[in-house]
């Protein structure tokens, strides 16, 4: 595949796939697209984070099992695996990353900076992940591990200082 095309928010609005791939069009951000993906489920967790623990994992299911196919087929359809415009795996990795995490302001931006530390570093196995898969699951499956090292730094914090 070649570089990544840049394609326009008409184009997003043309294929609804494409406009849920890019977060309602924040994936066109010319800088930080990934970023600007997190900043998108940050209003979504706070929200869904006071439903009961079902509701949240029905969300969590939907978002995760949707996301090979919307973003496999709208890399496949740019000719880009994994175009930095496709935002949906973060969403994703973030809302897993937020698990059983109650709403506060210290827990928001600790998530948000490990999730963003884990995505962009890639630390062991999650750059392994995104080297060796391939398709919608290989764009899902490095940010998924994103998030659930998010989870466990969270996690752990919550129990030691909790």
């Known amino acids: 595949?070649?570089?990544?095309?840049?394609?326009?928010?008409?184009d997003l609005l043309r294929r609804p796939h494409w406009w849920l791939a890019?977060?309602?069009g924040v994936g066109l951000a010319p800088r930080a697209p990934g970023t600007a993906g997190t900043l998108v489920a940050v209003p979504l967790w706070w929200w869904a984070a006071a439903w009961p623990p079902w509701a949240y994992g029905l969300l969590l299911v939907g978002v995760i099992g949707a996301g090979p196919?919307?973003?496999?087929?709208?890399?496949?359809?740019l000719g880009c695996h994994d175009h930095p415009?496709?935002?949906?795996?973060?969403i994703a990795g973030f809302l897993l990353a937020m698990t059983a995490v109650a709403p506060s302001w210290t827990a928001?931006?600790?998530?948000?900076?490990?999730?963003?530390f884990f995505d962009?570093?890639?630390?062991?196995?999650?750059?392994?992940?995104?080297?060796?898969l391939g398709g919608g699951w290989g764009i899902m499956a490095d940010d998924l591990a994103a998030g659930l090292a998010t989870a466990a730094v969270l996690h752990l914090a919550a129990s030691l200082w909790g």
């Not at 595949?1 to 008409?10: E, G, T, V």
């Not at 962009?120 to 992940?129: S, T």
């Open 22 to 24: 890019f977060g309602g």
């Open 85 to 90: 415009g496709i935002v949906w795996d973060e």
């Open 1 to 10: 595949m070649s570089a990544a095309p840049r394609p326009s928010y008409r």
């Open 120 to 132: 962009a570093v890639k630390p062991w196995p999650i750059r392994w992940l995104d080297r060796r």
């Open 69 to 77: 196919w919307l973003c496999g087929r709208t890399a496949a359809e």
């Open 108 to 116: 928001l931006l600790a998530g948000f900076a490990s999730f963003r």
